[in-house]
């Protein structure tokens, strides 16, 4: 069972906004390291961003910086994604997944057990 679980996903048109939330259950985040990943339909799954609790670090892909921000609320445990000016090819399902480090290759969070049901994002007009 993944240690942590996503929500927040839904329909929205292009250039709209959403908020994902990632919270863990029997534990705190501090210390860990969470990190987004989507798999759209028919692509390989890809790193979207990523939050080193320890320090505040955060690492984004390309394709999302200056639109998508992470960051750990500490009053709910819970680490968002908020993703603005949302774009058709934003579509996918979106992973939040935990870790010692932000790790590039999804394979490591494969052995880890790490991937979870995710939460749906559709963009579409």
């Known amino acids: 069972q993944a240690p942590l679980v996503e929500s927040g996903g839904g329909l929205v048109q292009p250039g709209g906004s959403l908020r994902l939330s990632c919270e863990a259950s029997g534990f705190t985040l501090d210390n860990y390291a969470i990190a987004w990943w989507r798999q759209s339909q028919g692509k390989e799954r890809e790193g979207v961003s990523c939050i080193r609790l320890s320090d505040g670090t955060t690492d984004y892909a390309d394709f999302v910086k200056g639109r998508f921000t992470i960051a750990k609320d500490d009053n709910h445990d819970t680490v968002y994604l908020q993703m603005n000016s949302l774009k058709p090819e934003d579509t996918g399902t979106y992973y939040c997944?935990?870790?010692?480090?932000?790790?590039?290759?999804?394979?490591?969070?494969?052995?880890?057990?790490?991937w979870g049901r995710g939460t749906l994002v559709t963009v579409s007009p």
């Open positions: 997944l935990i870790g010692a480090d932000c790790y590039r290759d999804s394979r490591t969070y494969d052995a880890l057990g790490a």
